[in-house]
Structures are given as structure tokens and as C-alpha cells.
């Protein structure tokens, strides 16, 4: 779980052991807090560092669980979702990663999830959200696999950090699979809003595609440039600019290393 400072530590603390689970709270700050919270079930790392990558890094290093769950601290466990993981996963022995669904504040649906259960492609990994992302340990055991620092809020692209990570995880020939099932409940947002007139999340979308895709890329961004062109305030031919101009940014960066 990633929580942005530490007046909100003792909330999400409450929150993890209430559902009798145990819980990693990776808590990036500037300074060691001078507080501490004790409990058998509850870990907690201060780090003095950023982005959500590196965060979920930590998380994945440190932790001690079968079973994973990615979370933040403006999100909400649903009662019985540890035995909804539980049991998913106990279904599909073969299932390295499962992802779940989403409520928003008044109980709804966030996205129009699919009724039955599916194996995940890249096409279908493309509108998951990290805190859906639920994995078995021993499946990083055998086939390391870490988040790209170079993605998500706080790093260079900031988009797409799960997306890359279920990408490579899929193409390392991890079994993602999906469960019609909530977990989670989470404020309702809007990607339209996020992008809108939004030059930065432009430019990393076509960076995360170019991670993904290699040179098709060029053409999904034209696409996704098409079908967002309502809900990003700039003309059409200027976000495929703004997304090849992330593209040529993220190559460069490649070569540097």
C-alpha cells in the first residue's frame, strides 16, 4: 500500500488490520516520521524516495504473503475480499496474476467489466488498474519480475506503470488471468478529466505504447488520439504530435542506458 505522507498513516493502518489481514505499507517521505505503529500484521517502511514504481518495488522486495494485493491509501477494502482472493486463486492453481473489479463511491461498477471470467491479453491489460492486480508470490519467486521505474506517478512517464508491469509479466508467459469479482471501492475519476489538456500524460501514453507495442505503437497512438479526442482539449493532429514526441523521448532514453 503507498500512502503520500504520514498524517494519513494511522488511517490506512486501521484500515489493513481491520480486515484481518496482514499488511506492507511502503510510506514515501522526506523525513522518518517520529510515530510508530506496533502490530504483528502490519509492516511499515519509510522511504525517502518517489514514484509509484519504486514504491511497488519495495512493496514486492519485502513482501511475505501467498497471495499479493497492490493498493493505495485512497482505497478501500471491501468486506470478504481477502476470501475472494482466496478462493479465485484456489480455482486457478495455474493463475500467476488475477485482476478483480472496482466499485466506485456509491457501490457502482467503475468500468463495464465483463461478466465472465477470461484470460488477460495485451489488448484486455490495457484497462486494468493497479489496485485490480492481485499475484501469487512464488510466481515473482520463479520468474523475477519488477516494475519499470521509469513509469507511473512520481517517474519520468507518468502513466502506465501497472500496464507495463502486466505487459512484461505476460510476455515473461505469467497466466493473468480476470475474476467478475469486487474487491476494491475507489472514488470515481475520470480518464477524460486526467487527460485533458494535459500535454505531460500525453507524451508519457505514447511513451508506455512504444514500451509496449515497439513500432506499432505509431499507429495505436493515431487511434487512441482519435477515439480521446473529446476528452483531451487538443486537436487531433496535435495529440499524435504530443504522443510521438514521448515516443522519440523514451527511445532516447533507452539509448542513453
Known amino acids: 500500500m503507498d500512502i503520500p505522507n504520514e498524517e494519513q498513516l494511522p488511517i490506512v493502518a486501521s484500515q489493513v488490520l481491520s480486515q484481518g489481514c496482514s499488511g506492507l505499507i511502503i510510506n514515501q517521505v522526506k523525513a522518518q516520521p517520529e510515530f ?10 519509510h522511504l525517502e524516495e518517489r514514484g509509484i514504481s519504486r514504491s511497488r518495488n519495495r512493496a514486492l522486495d ?3 504473503g501467498d497471495i499479493l494485493l497492490l493498493t493505495d491509501d485512497d482505497t478501500e477494502l471491501l468486506d470478504g475480499f481477502s476470501r475472494t482472493l482466496v478462493e479465485a486463486f484456489d480455482r486457478h492453481p495455474e493463475a500467476d496474476i488475477i485482476t478483480f473489479q472496482t466499485l466506485n463511491q456509491n457501490g457502482e461498477k467503475r468500468k463495464a467489466y465483463s461478466n465472465q471470467p477470461f484470460r488477460h491479453n495485451l489488448r484486455t491489460l490495457m484497462r486494468v488498474s493497479s489496485i485490480e492486480v492481485a499475484l501469487r508470490r512464488k510466481s515473482l519467486e520463479k520468474i523475477p519480475h519488477s516494475f519499470d521505474e521509469s513509469f507511473g506517478l512520481g517517474s519520468r512517464f507518468p502513466t502506465g506503470s501497472e500496464t507495463v508491469f502486466l505487459s512484461d509479466a505476460l510476455s515473461k508467459g505469467y497466466q493473468i488471468l480476470y475474476c ?11 480518464s477524460g478529466r486526467a487527460l485533458f489538456q494535459n500535454e505531460d ?34 486537436a487531433l493532429y496535435h495529440s499524435i504530435k504530443l504522443m510521438y514526441s514521448g515516443i522519440n523521448q523514451f527511445k532516447a532514453s533507452a539509448d542513453e542506458q
Open 36 to 45: 510508530e505503529i506496533r502490530s504483528k500484521n502490519l509492516r511499515i517502511i
Open 62 to 64: 519485502h513482501a511475505l
Open 201 to 234: 500524460l500525453m507524451e508519457a501514453k505514447g511513451a508506455m505504447f512504444y514500451r509496449i507495442f515497439g513500432w506499432k505503437a505509431y499507429a495505436i497512438c493515431i487511434y487512441f488520439a482519435w477515439r480521446k479526442r473529446k476528452e483531451t482539449g487538443h
Open 180 to 190: 467478475p469479482e469486487a474487491i476494491v471501492r475507489h472514488p470515481h475519476d475520470s
